[in-house]
């Protein structure tokens, strides 16, 4: 799982070589090792919330606002760290 969320978010830069060729260097800008286990534990939780309210609703019969919103807000959060990372 690690090697995908690396990937995920790992930034790339196209450094040309020369200017009367085409050629271009791919340069790979790794994320930190901190934010791939953020966004790792992040993944988590929101598996574990998830189970939480299938759980809620086949034993209670009722949806729990307050975990959606604690789903909800982990899925932007997440979101977010993506779309930053990559720009």
Known sequence: MKRWIRRL???R???????????VR?????PSE?????FQFAIVVIAVL????VVHVVFLGVWNENVFNAIVGLIGTVTGII?????
């Open 9 to 11: 978010l790992t930034k």
């Open 13 to 23: 830069h196209f450094v040309p070589v020369t200017k009367k060729t085409r050629e």
């Open 26 to 30: 791919v340069k790979d800008e790794l």
């Open 34 to 38: 901190s934010l791939v286990m953020l």
């Open 50 to 53: 998830a189970a939480v309210e």
């Open 83 to 87: 779309v930053g990372k990559k720009t």
